[in-house]
């Protein structure tokens, strides 16, 4: 799935809502302590081998989608990929 838009949001997560409002894509979240975990975004689920990913101005987020302000220009790309960790 590539699918790129314009939204003003407080964080990564609620831009990915409001993508997936727009471009009618299901999402499927689980809330943790530590904040939303994304379990699948239309129809594409993680898996022992891919998973997604969320990355502000090119670099992976370090807190749960949730709680990652963002600033004014800040660009928000969800990747369902392998993770490196």
């Known amino acids: 799935i590539k699918t790129e838009a ?3 949001a407080k964080t990564a997560f609620e ?3 409001l993508l997936a409002k727009t471009k009618n894509l299901t999402l499927k979240t689980k809330q ?7 379990e ?4 594409f689920a993680n898996t ?3 998973s997604w990913i ?5 670099k992976s987020g370090e807190v749960a989608a949730d709680k990652y302000e963002l600033k004014n220009g800040d660009k928000v790309e969800w990747k369902y990929m392998k993770p490196n960790f």
């Open 6 to 8: 314009t939204v003003s």
């Open 15 to 17: 831009a990915l809502e």
């Open 32 to 38: 943790y302590d530590f904040g939303v975990f994304v």
């Open 40 to 43: 699948s975004i239309g129809g």
């Open 48 to 50: 022992k081998d891919l």
């Open 54 to 58: 969320y990355f502000v101005n090119g």
